[in-house]
């Protein structure tokens, strides 16, 4: 059974930092390219960064480019997202998912979320 | 960036009715187009891709159609299971973007 276990999330005073995790199991998770996607009230759904399988392409949505960090270890199964500068309007459950195996840049399996707020 | 803008935001159906859900990309997107279900406190379920292919194990009440900018999610038969929030998102370019969401409520 695929499984995708996101962890670290908590409360953050603006301008902190962070860094989530995505445990992957259940899949050959070194052939799948993953995917930060992130949801608030005020925001709705939001894909924010995708790596590919080997680490070769990266993309950031232009609202953390330069502030987010995305990063895998396919030897250990995980996924990762450092996240810096943090604001409030990265308030938000942090879900990790994967893409390719079915459709174009579709996100097929999702983890079950972590919850990140930015708040003094 | 591609817009996605779903109508209507929410419906009321009861059980058995036909639903339909539309989502208009402000650009033309080809076929690269997904439907998720989302229920209140849960991870969105992948339903649909490429406009018109149904996820393995998706009831075959749930179609999709659609190509360029227009793109519709039909339930034939709307089952207890289904009241829920559905979300279109464009995987043509990125920042791969959603649609606000629909959310389909009990008459």
């Known amino acids: 059974e695929v499984q995708l276990a996101e962890s670290g999330g908590g409360l953050v005073q603006p301008g902190g930092s962070l860094r989530l995790s995505c445990a992957a199991s259940?899949?050959?998770?070194?052939?799948?390219?993953m995917n930060w996607v992130r949801q608030s009230p005020g925001r709705g759904l939001e894909w924010i960064s995708y790596i590919s399988s080997s680490s070769g392409p990266i993309y950031y949505a232009d609202s953390v480019k330069g502030r987010f960090t995305i990063s895998r270890d396919n030897a250990k199964n995980s996924l990762y997202l450092h996240m810096n500068s943090l604001r409030d309007e990265d308030t938000a459950v942090y879900y990790c998912a994967t893409t390719g195996s079915y459709g174009v840049n579709s996100f097929h399996y999702w983890g079950q979320g972590t919850l990140v707020t930015v708040s003094s | 960036d591609i817009q996605m803008t779903q109508s209507p935001s929410s419906l009321s159906a009861s059980v058995g009715d036909r639903v339909t859900i539309s989502c208009r990309a402000s650009?033309?997107?080809?076929?690269?187009l997904s439907w998720y279900q989302q229920k209140p406190g849960k991870t969105p379920k992948f339903l649909i891709f490429d406009a018109s292919s149904l996820q393995s194990g998706v009831p075959s009440r749930f179609s999709g159609s659609g190509s360029g900018t227009d793109f519709t999610l039909t339930i034939s038969s709307l089952q207890p299971e289904d009241f829920a929030t559905y979300y279109c998102q464009q995987g043509y370019s990125t920042p791969w973007t959603f649609g606000q969401g629909t959310k389909v409520e009990i008459k």
């Open positions: 259940g899949f050959t998770f070194s052939s799948y390219n």
């Open positions: 650009q033309s997107i080809a076929s690269y």
